[in-house]
């Protein structure tokens, strides 16, 4: 509980939520691949608010990572978006193209 509590993103000295990759040594958020830097990552901060939140009898300084990770997802909603799924045409490969022709 330490390391979750230690490895909560503070931005500009106010808890948010958590990244993705941490530095072993130092705990910092730290990137993955070349493609994917340092963030707050709002589903790995989803799950692990969630498993908090089923903690009986939570330490105080769970209640409150827990109630500044809300916060952060409240003053970082997006509204006004929609999310539209679009079916892609069907992709052949090269061994799926040389199965259709036998």
């Known amino acids: 509980m330490d390391c979750i509590i230690k490895t909560q993103i503070n931005d500009a000295g106010k808890p948010t ?5 941490y530095d072993e040594v130092t705990l910092q958020p730290a990137w993955a691949r070349k493609f994917e830097p340092p963030s707050i990552c709002n589903q790995e901060s989803a799950n692990l608010v969630t498993y908090l939140m089923s903690i ?6 769970l209640v409150k990572a827990i109630e500044n990770a809300v916060v952060w997802f409240q003053e970082s909603e997006i509204k006004g978006i929609r999310v539209k799924v679009i079916q892609a045409p069907r992709l052949v490969t090269l061994s799926g193209f040389q199965q259709l022709i036998g």
Not at 17 to 21: D, E, G, K, L
Not at 56 to 61: A, L, Q, S, V
Request: hydrophobic letters at 20%; proline letters at 9%.
């Open 56 to 61: 009986e009898n939570p330490r105080k300084d």
């Open 17 to 21: 939520a958590w990244c993705q990759q």
